[in-house]
């Protein structure tokens, strides 16, 4: 079965490595809108930066 447990082929040293390894994760916002007011869905680079901030805030614990 090609999508079996694969689990069980990862010893606990390859977790460690991976554990380790810093990632970066390129992140793209697309804001499509009516206008350039809020009320039209448009959203400004302040808020999408801010965004960024809650998820590297809540994400960064699994950083060591």
Known sequence: ?????????????????????????NVYFH?????????DGYVTAAQIENQVTVMNNNYGEFVT
């Open 31 to 39: 804001v499509v809108a009516r206008s350039n007011a809020a009320s």
């Open 1 to 25: 079965d090609p999508q079996g447990d694969w689990s069980s082929d990862v010893c606990s040293s390859d977790l460690a490595i991976s554990a380790a390894a810093t990632i970066n994760v």
